[in-house]
């Protein structure tokens, strides 16, 4: 299932290439707007602004979500699905900012009071602190997905994220390192390709491969979990994806 993923978050971005780009021009157009204008213009608020410019992008993040589920599902991009992502998504996304950003805020004051210490408790603690932020940022990498992809309350979604994390641990692990290679390799391209929308689609992507599991284990009550026939649940997503490589999609007359 993971070549498979992998290959899907792919193309699924080579099909939408100019929908990552214009969604990533909004993300850039906000970081410049938060953070990289009034640290121009010198405006007071020091390290404030860099804050409000991780929250504005972490809200900004479960807007990408709900368009690029149409990527996922083989649909095309829209304006008009952009707007009511807005609209659905803007408020509870700022939420998700602030709660990252606070998390950030308290992991960032936290860890350095407690090594200052000096003491075994003071290790122990920020130990203690570092491990927990890792987790909670593991799951909550999939919340923008959860939103977009399955219904419920705010508060069964976060419950979702940290079952998915519990039950999909080495995936979640391989999502995080995908969305972190990601992001480097968007430095050579400004971050217009992949960037942030290339990341969220590949969450998107992820989790809607992983909930075929749940849906067969659903329809097969005692099944061995750890013996899931992906290459059987995969087979429509394969047809549908069609028969691709990169020969292909750069020399497309080849074919």
Not at 23 to 48: C, H, R, T
Request: aromatic residues 14%; hydrophobic residues 55%; glycine residues 10%.
């Amino acid at each position: 299932m993971t070549g498979f993923f992998i290959k899907k978050a792919f193309f699924d971005g080579w099909d939408h290439l100019w929908g990552l780009v214009a969604l990533n021009l909004g993300a850039l157009a906000l970081l410049a707007g938060f953070v990289l204008a009034p640290l121009a213009l010198e405006l007071p608020g020091g390290a404030v602004w860099p804050g409000l410019g991780f929250l504005v992008l972490s809200a900004y993040s479960l807007v990408c979500a709900e368009v690029l589920k149409d990527a996922a599902e083989y649909r095309n991009l829209s304006l008009p699905a952009f707007r009511e992502a807005l609209k659905r998504r803007g408020v509870l996304g700022l939420a998700f900012g602030a709660a990252l950003s606070a998390a950030l805020v308290l992991f960032w004051i936290s860890v350095p009071f407690y090594l200052s210490r000096g003491s075994f408790l003071g290790w122990f603690a920020a130990g203690t602190l570092f491990w927990c932020f890792l987790i909670a940022l593991l799951a909550l990498q999939w919340f923008p997905a959860v939103r977009a992809l399955l219904p419920g309350t705010v508060k069964a979604s976060v419950r979702k994220c940290f079952l998915l994390l519990a039950d999909n641990l080495g995936f979640s692990i391989l999502l995080a390192l995908y969305s972190a290679a990601g992001l480097v390799v968007s430095v050579f391209s400004a971050f217009l390709v992949p960037g942030l929308s290339g990341t969220v689609l590949g969450s998107v992507v992820a989790l809607r491969l992983v909930l075929k599991k749940y849906d067969w284990l659903e329809a097969h009550p005692g099944a061995d979990r750890r013996k899931v026939p992906w290459e059987e649940l995969l087979e429509e997503e394969r047809e549908l994806l069609g028969k691709r490589t990169l020969k292909g999609m750069i020399f497309p007359w080849k074919e």
